[in-house]
């Protein structure tokens, strides 16, 4: 979603911007509206990549699990896991 400085303040700039906007708002002029935006902080990313790292890792748990189960040996696994980048 990307939006656009202007004199006015920030506008719709791609079509996701001005969908989310059309559900935010009452249908007047973009400039007559007030729409509260809350601006992610770098402590907030943190937060969000310690998160998708933990389930990345519960992911790879289960697909593992689930690979083992199938039969599927533990060198092929390892091969995968060496050509996906993980550990």
């Known amino acids: 979603m990307r939006w656009m400085l202007t004199p006015v303040g ?3 700039f791609d ?7 059309r559900g935010l708002s ?3 002029p973009f400039a007559a509206q ?7 902080h770098d402590r907030d990313m943190v ?3 310690r ?12 697909a593992l699990k689930a690979l083992t189960q199938a039969g599927i040996t533990k060198a092929k696994i390892a091969n ?3 050509v996906l980048g993980q550990k």
Do not use: W, Y
């Open 15 to 21: 079509a996701e911007a001005r969908e989310f906007h």
């Open 34 to 40: 007030v729409i509260e935006i809350e601006a992610l």
């Open 26 to 28: 009452s249908g007047e």
């Open 51 to 62: 998160i998708m790292a933990t389930v990345n890792d519960l992911a790879m748990r289960a």
């Open 47 to 49: 937060e969000h990549r």
């Open 10 to 12: 920030l506008e719709p």
């Open 80 to 82: 995968a896991k060496r």
